[in-house]
């Protein structure tokens, strides 16, 4: 069975850290881009970051440049966000999403969501 399942998210304060996770079950991340999405209260989703696997590029949302880091580890088939200084905009749910080679051309796995709230 093919599925990506997500962890990590939570209640943090302004400022604090979270990492989520998003552990792929019947397929390689190794051939596939990765994306992280998060979809805020009364907003359409948007993408948060990517990493291709097409050229290596990596992408990141204006919002989020040099606060969060998306990456993988292919031993555990796993991809990560960490996200740092995090901010009460930052609240919202997170998903991970896999496909293609290039960002945000193809999705083909999505994972379950996980909330990530940031308030004091």
């Known amino acids: 069975q093919l599925h990506a399942v997500e962890s990590g998210g939570g209640l943090v304060q302004p400022g604090g850290s979270l990492r989520l996770s998003c552990a792929a079950s019947g397929f390689s991340l190794d051939y596939y881009a990765i994306h992280w999405f998060r979809q805020a209260p009364g907003k359409e989703r948007e993408g948060v970051s990517c990493?291709?696997?097409?050229?290596?590029?990596?992408y990141y949302a204006d919002s989020v440049k040099g606060r969060f880091t998306i990456s993988k580890d292919n031993t555990k088939n796993t991809m990560y966000l960490q996200m740092n200084n995090l901010k009460p905009e930052d609240t919202g749910v997170y998903s991970c999403?896999?496909?293609?080679?290039?960002?945000?051309?193809?999705?083909?796995?999505w994972g379950q969501g996980t909330q990530v709230t940031v308030s004091s």
């Open positions: 990493a291709s696997s097409a050229d290596g590029s990596i």
């Open positions: 999403a896999v496909g293609g080679s290039s960002c945000f051309i193809e999705y083909d796995w």
